[in-house]
């Protein structure tokens, strides 16, 4: 595909190239969503590789599948597994079970998928998510990581046993109280059950009252597990005095198909009403001050922090928003990733006879600035092609047109990511200024 047909299609496809025939073959052909990561099988019978099933969809469900060479069958093994199979997998040494990452209620875990009867089973528990996974003498070492700890490196043993191998980090958590994480289940308004992390501050006293952040995931189809990150650091924030209520809102994987799926053509709807689910509920409880809630997000969560800003009666003090969408016609013909857009969408704004593009595009942000009425820091890369720059230079502008209280941190040398030591050091200084001049003063 080429022009405008390669733009919008997610469509990719794995070839086998004989060597001795010196003949290439398509083994996907047919099949029109991402096709990626081939591994042929230790007694090269087979080879497995990861499979989304329709054209345009970036956040399909990633299936597993496994094809015959000798009979060319294709089967789709990890169909038991309602979530999605990670980049990350590895044979066993007898061909018969392949070992994955995924995600499930807000963890990611190893899980072995049996090539005979396609059925699938987790292998690992806990609140962490393991990163990696690959078969070294018989055991799987696997990298792992949760909100409180960085990577460090286990082996893992197939009946699930598990052995810490390095202690990079050690000697610097040492040093350090981090605060607690808790899951807590909160209804939503269509009466669903949501996974909500909670993360305390250090030596958290339940008879103090503390300013508290919503956290909104980017993505949108991105869990909120228990990533570490050295940006959207949940124990930095914490270690601020701040408490952290972070939703898995509708639109994100480990929950199902149906949720993950639904926030496609409903931007400004149900995922919105689970934010507010969840941080009215939070705010019932005696050690969260109401009058100081803060609201935080990149991407998509800065989408939903620039369209919060717009619907949320005066619930936040503050906002931070980071490389987010703020104009959705804009964005739907500026992005690198047209093809996400379109089918997020619903199709394109001029479709005028499309009602799930025309309530798309009636969600955007920048329609509900007459409604803004609080503090906002706008943070963009001018490198960002994901969500381009002219996204957070626009919503600062419309900020300070309005008259409300706005900063905006422009990064000439950052992408969609802020990747730099430094600048991620100015990024942690400006986000922590922000905060404490709005809610602890």
Same mark, same amino acid.
């Given at each position: 595909?080429?022009?405008?047909?390669?733009?919008?299609?997610?469509?990719?496809?794995?070839?086998?190239?004989?060597?001795?025939?010196?003949?290439?073959?398509?083994?996907?052909?047919?099949?029109?969503?991402?096709?990626?990561?081939?591994?042929?099988? %230790?007694?090269?019978?087979?080879?497995?590789?990861?499979?989304?099933?329709?054209?345009?969809?970036?956040?399909?469900?990633?299936?597993?599948?496994?094809?015959?060479?000798?009979?060319?069958? $294709?089967?789709?093994?990890? $169909?038991?597994?309602?979530?999605?199979?990670?980049?990350?997998?590895?044979?066993?040494?007898?061909?018969?079970? @392949?070992?994955?990452?995924?995600?499930?209620?807000?963890?990611?875990?190893?899980?072995?998928?049996?090539?005979?009867?396609?059925?699938?089973?987790?292998?690992?528990?806990?609140?962490?998510?393991?990163?990696?996974?690959?078969?070294?003498?018989?055991?799987?070492?696997?990298?792992?990581?949760?909100?409180?700890?960085?990577?460090?490196?286990?082996?893992?043993?197939?009946?699930?046993?598990?052995?810490?191998?390095?202690?990079?980090?050690?000697?610097?958590?040492?040093?350090?109280?981090?605060?607690?994480?808790?899951?807590?289940?909160?209804? =939503?308004?269509?009466? $669903?059950?949501?996974?909500?992390?909670?993360?305390?501050?250090?030596?958290?006293?339940?008879?103090?009252?503390?300013? =508290?952040?919503?956290?909104?995931?980017?993505?949108?189809?991105?869990?909120?597990?228990?990533?570490?990150?050295?940006?959207?650091?949940?124990?930095?924030?914490?270690?601020?005095?701040?408490?952290?209520?972070?939703?898995?809102?509708?639109?994100?994987?480990?929950?199902?198909?149906?949720?993950?799926?639904?926030?496609?053509?409903?931007?400004?709807?149900?995922?919105?009403?689970?934010?507010?689910?969840?941080?009215?509920?939070?705010?019932?409880?005696?050690?969260?001050?109401?009058?100081?809630?803060?609201?935080?997000?990149?991407?998509?969560?800065?989408?939903?922090?620039?369209?919060?800003?717009?619907?949320?009666?005066?619930?936040?003090?503050?906002? @931070?928003?980071?490389?987010?969408?703020?104009?959705?016609?804009?964005?739907?013909?500026?992005?690198?990733?047209?093809?996400?857009?379109?089918?997020?969408?619903?199709?394109? !704004?001029?479709?005028?006879?499309?009602?799930?593009?025309?309530?798309? !595009?009636?969600?955007?942000?920048?329609?509900?600035?007459? $409604?803004?009425?609080? %503090?906002?820091?706008?943070?963009?890369?001018? /490198?960002?092609?994901?969500?381009?720059?002219?996204?957070?230079?626009?919503? !600062?502008?419309?900020?300070?047109?309005?008259?409300?209280?706005?900063?905006?941190?422009?990064?000439?040398?950052?992408?969609?990511?802020?990747?730099?030591?430094?600048?991620?050091?100015?990024?942690?200084?400006?986000?922590?200024?922000?905060?404490?001049?709005?809610? /602890?003063?």
């Amino acid at each position: 595909k080429t022009g405008k047909e390669y733009a919008v299609s997610t469509n990719s496809n794995i070839y086998v190239y004989d060597l001795n025939t010196k003949k290439t073959e398509n083994i996907t052909e047919g099949m029109m969503g991402y096709d990626t990561n081939p591994q042929y099988s %230790p007694d090269g019978k087979s080879i497995a590789w990861l499979s989304m099933e329709r054209e345009g969809y970036e956040a399909d469900q990633n299936r597993l599948f496994v094809m015959d060479l000798e009979t060319g069958e $294709k089967t789709f093994i990890s $169909k038991d597994f309602d979530s999605n199979v990670d980049d990350y997998y590895c044979w066993s040494k007898d061909a018969k079970v @392949i070992y994955f990452t995924g995600v499930w209620h807000g963890a990611s875990q190893i899980y072995a998928a049996d090539i005979a009867t396609k059925t699938v089973k987790p292998i690992t528990e806990g609140v962490h998510d393991y990163a990696s996974v690959t078969l070294c003498e018989g055991n799987l070492i696997a990298k792992r990581h949760s909100m409180s700890i960085p990577d460090e490196i286990y082996s893992v043993s197939p009946d699930g046993t598990v052995a810490q191998l390095t202690f990079e980090n050690k000697h610097i958590f040492d040093q350090i109280t981090t605060g607690k994480v808790e899951g807590r289940w909160i209804k =939503t308004t269509d009466g $669903k059950q949501m996974l909500t992390w909670i993360i305390y501050p250090p030596h958290f006293d339940p008879t103090k009252k503390y300013p =508290t952040l919503l956290f909104c995931e980017g993505g949108p189809q991105t869990p909120v597990s228990q990533f570490w990150s050295y940006r959207w650091n949940m124990q930095i924030m914490a270690a601020n005095d701040y408490v952290i209520v972070a939703p898995n809102r509708r639109g994100l994987p480990g929950f199902g198909l149906e949720w993950n799926e639904q926030i496609s053509g409903d931007y400004g709807g149900q995922c919105m009403k689970d934010y507010f689910s969840a941080i009215d509920e939070m705010s019932k409880e005696p050690f969260v001050d109401s009058d100081r809630l803060g609201c935080v997000g990149a991407s998509f969560g800065g989408f939903s922090v620039y369209w919060l800003a717009g619907h949320h009666n005066k619930r936040f003090k503050a906002f @931070i928003a980071h490389d987010g969408i703020f104009n959705m016609e804009a964005q739907y013909l500026e992005t690198e990733e047209m093809w996400f857009e379109n089918w997020d969408m619903g199709g394109a !704004f001029w479709e005028k006879q499309n009602p799930v593009a025309q309530r798309s !595009f009636a969600s955007s942000p920048h329609k509900f600035v007459d $409604k803004w009425d609080t %503090p906002i820091l706008c943070i963009h890369g001018e /490198k960002d092609y994901r969500v381009p720059v002219s996204q957070g230079l626009t919503a !600062f502008n419309a900020a300070i047109l309005r008259g409300i209280p706005a900063e905006l941190l422009i990064y000439p040398d950052e992408n969609h990511w802020v990747l730099k030591p430094q600048n991620g050091v100015l990024w942690q200084r400006t986000f922590f200024e922000w905060l404490d001049k709005w809610l /602890k003063k």
